[in-house]
Every structure is written in C-alpha cells, then in structure tokens.
C-alpha cells in the first residue's frame, strides 16, 4: 500500500512537471508566434504606404498652389500653409521611413522620393525667394529720386574729395 501511494506521488509529480513544461512552452511559442505576426503586419502593409505616397503627393500640390498664390498676391498666409504643408511633408516621409527601413527593394524608391521631395522644396523656396527679390525691386524703384541712400552718399563724398585733391595739385 505504501508503495503503491509512493508511486501515485511520483507519478503525480512527473505529471504536473510535464504540465508545467508544456505550458511554459506554450506561452513562449504564443509569445513567439505573436511577435512574429506583428512584424510581419508592419513591414507587409502596402495600403498604408499607399496612403501615405498619396498624402505626400496632395501635399507637395498644396505647397505649389500656395506658392503660386503668394506669387499673385504677395499674401503672407500662403507662406504659412505652405510651411504647414512642407511640416505635414516632413512628418509622412518619417512614416514611410518606419515602413520601408532596412529592405533592400524598397528602400532605393524612398531615397528616391526623398531626393525628389528636397528638389520640390528647392524650386519651391526659389521661387519665394525670387518673388521677394522682385517685390523689393519694385518697392525700391517707387522711391523718389531725391532720397540717397548710404551707398550713394558715400559714393559723393569719395568724388567730391578726389576733386577737391585735384584742385591741390594745380
């Protein structure tokens, strides 16, 4: 009897222990197996790329379109959405970064679509740039004649001496 109740413990025992190793193996697989299914859900996720592309190309038009509008109006509030649209740019393309990150076919076209994003912003700023130094232009030839700027002055004074050191020599 007693060895019969030694061996039902023992039995027992080795029971549970088999228990508690295939469950422990258990949680480690689900463990496993979940993060595996993560990685693969962000790195296969072509809608939102897509969605992404597609936010980054609306944006890209806004940015023209604000640029084309203060050309016309000389409007400063077109400045500012446009800097609000190249921040929104800005922020996509670190998105699609995460998404594209460390895969060989892939991530030749986002260097790509970057060097084509930093050319947009090129033309874009120029053409600021440009619009602002018209406008000043324009501004500068409404001013009477009669105003003399520092240059100008300084001009006159540097002819006046000359003359006035010819006049010694004679």
Sequence with gaps: MKRQFVLETGMFAVLCLLVVIVSFSGIVTYQQ???LSKDLKKGTQPDNKIAILNQISSQLFEMESNVRAFNFTRDSSYIKTFDQSKNVVDSKLQDLDFFVRNKEITQP???SLKFYVNA???VFNTWIKL????AVTKELTKLPANIKTEDTKLKEEDT???KKKKKRKR
């Design 109 to 111: 076209r986002f260097d």
């Design 131 to 134: 619009e602002r130094d018209v």
């Design 120 to 122: 947009r912003y090129a």
């Design 160 to 162: 006046s001496l000359k």
């Design 33 to 35: 197996l979940t993060s």
